[in-house]
Nanobody, 124 residues
Framework: EVQLVESGGGLVQAGGSLRLSCAAS????????IGWFRQAPGKDREWVSC????????YYADSVKGRFTISSDNAKNTAYLQMNSVKPEDTAVYYC?????????????????WGQGTQVTVSS
């Protein structure tokens, strides 16, 4: 059974840092694309970043470029989202998602597997 479990969310002050983790089971990251999304109250789910395991390429939404970094540890089958210089507008539930694919995927409907989400709250 494929499962994604996010962790690392919490309350952080503006300007601070947080690292989210996405532990995968039931599959290995090889040949998978991993994405991070977020959803704030009353808003649509928003793509944040993605990582292609096949070639290591990464891509970021303009809103987080230069502040967030996506990475993975294939030995641990875990993906990460390092969040630096966070802002109150980064407050949302963050989800990781995965699909067996070689390349970058920027839309929620592209992904097959989803985690349950972890809450990130940034105070001003």
């Amino acid at each position: 059974e494929v499962q994604l479990v996010e962790s690392g969310g919490g309350l952080v002050q503006a300007g601070g840092s947080l690292r989210l983790s996405c532990a995968a089971s039931g599959f290995t990251f090889d040949d998978y694309t991993i994405g991070w999304f977020r959803q704030a109250p009353g808003k649509d789910r928003e793509w944040v970043s993605c990582f292609s395991s096949s070639d290591g390429s990464t891509y970021y939404a303009d809103s987080v470029k230069g502040r967030f970094t996506i990475s993975s540890d294939n030995a641990k089958n875990t993906a990460y989202l390092q969040m630096n210089s966070v802002k109150p507008e980064d407050t949302a539930v963050y989800y990781c998602a995965a699909r067996r694919f070689n390349g970058l995927l920027l839309h929620a409907y592209d992904y097959v597997y989803w985690g349950q989400g972890t809450q990130v709250t940034v105070s001003s």
